[in-house]
């Protein structure tokens, strides 16, 4: 058995902090031999801690892992829903780079959503970029209508796999993973699929603007939360090339923020704007071992590449390259660190 501090957003942050970026992390543990680790290994991990610490047991997530290294959890959430907003330092996020975290932090009329939501009041006001991870399509119905409250508002990147996509459009797909077609309503015509111009140079691709100059400190922000729901047939046949097609299914999500990034599992990723999509091949892992924290590494390789001001299409190398090493390994977690992968890869 393997024991370390979980939850997406901090599996996240540990990547990041690995990449050379630094962290920094606000939440909620418990006064027990859990929490107390959880804070250790953070701050082992050179991630700076703004931990609150309730009386009660801290969250445990069980993480069983078969043979094929498939996943499944059981989940004890303990006090880590008691994060008071009062408790969310406003000058840590006024000056950092991103605010990370999940719909996890959606789910239910608990202190850690009211949290949640103030800190994202303070990144909006300080111009903080947002991050949110969809967390599990069965949470999306969930916390729809919180979820609806912040893309209003508006949201600067959206991660999501394949079937927390599908369920935040509300499309569905047959047991081929060709999608279902859907009645459109004379509102949703809008809906129907669009061909942009030929791509510019993807190096051009740098839609939110790097702060890597900027003289004051950055951070790559996590809170405690999630699953990732199984990925099923890719929807896209060129999965392995660079497209100006924009999928009708997912347009939507374009709507409400600037990128969207979707995890296709064995078939890489892709990165979504108003008019523009790339989609990079994932990297051949001959021995699968366990694909806990695959997505979340991701995700940490993809921010680092926009905190450099990368490519769209490097920074989701950089994230599958994070992951690919992540599955090959036993825990969510590793324990390299590496500068400059751009120049790596």
């Avoid at 309730?54 to 303990?78: E, H, M, N």
């Avoid at 996890?104 to 991870?133: N, Q, W």
Wanted: glycine residues 8%.
């Amino acid at each position: 058995m393997l024991k370390s501090p979980g939850g997406s957003p901090t599996n996240t942050i540990f990547g990041a902090s690995n990449l050379g970026l630094r962290c920094a992390y606000i939440g909620c543990v418990g006064n027990d031999e859990n929490g107390y680790d959880y804070i250790n290994a953070l701050r082992a991990n050179d991630i700076d801690t703004y931990v609150s610490i309730k009386k009660g047991p801290s969250a445990v997530c069980y993480t069983f892992i078969t043979p094929d290294g498939q996943r499944s959890f059981g989940l004890d959430f303990g006090v880590t829903k008691q994060l008071e907003p009062y408790e969310i330092l406003h000058s840590l996020i006024e000056e950092s780079f991103l605010l990370h975290f999940s719909a996890y932090e959606f789910r239910g009329d608990v202190p850690t959503t009211a949290a949640t939501k103030h800190a994202l009041k303070i990144a909006r006001e300080s111009g903080t970029r947002i991050s949110i991870d969809m967390g599990d399509s069965w949470l999306i119905d969930q916390t729809r209508e919180s979820l609806m409250e912040l893309f209003n508002e508006g949201v600067d990147i959206v991660f999501a796999n394949e079937c927390e996509a599908d369920a935040f459009c509300g499309v569905k797909r047959d047991e081929n993973g060709k999608y279902i077609p859907q009645r459109m309503s004379p509102t949703s015509k809008s809906m129907s699929r669009q061909t942009f111009p030929p791509l510019q140079s993807p190096a051009s691709e740098a839609v939110l603007p790097p702060i890597a100059q900027s003289p004051t400190p950055e951070f790559a922000m996590g809170t405690l939360a999630s699953q990732q729901c199984s990925t099923q047939a890719c929807p896209l046949s060129h999965a392995a090339q660079v497209s100006s097609e924009i999928p009708p299914e997912w347009a939507q999500f374009l709507k409400y923020t600037k990128i969207l990034v979707v995890k296709l599992g064995a078939n890489g990723s892709l990165a979504m704007t108003k008019n523009k999509m790339f989609i990079v091949p994932s990297y051949k892992v001959d021995n699968v071992l366990d694909t806990n924290g695959a997505g979340d590494n991701f995700q940490a390789g993809f921010l680092y590449g926009l905190y450099r001001g990368l490519s769209l299409p490097m920074s989701l190398k950089c994230g599958n390259f994070i992951a690919s090493k992540i599955i090959n390994q036993r825990g969510a977690q590793s324990k390299v660190q590496i500068s400059g992968i751009e120049y790596l890869l």
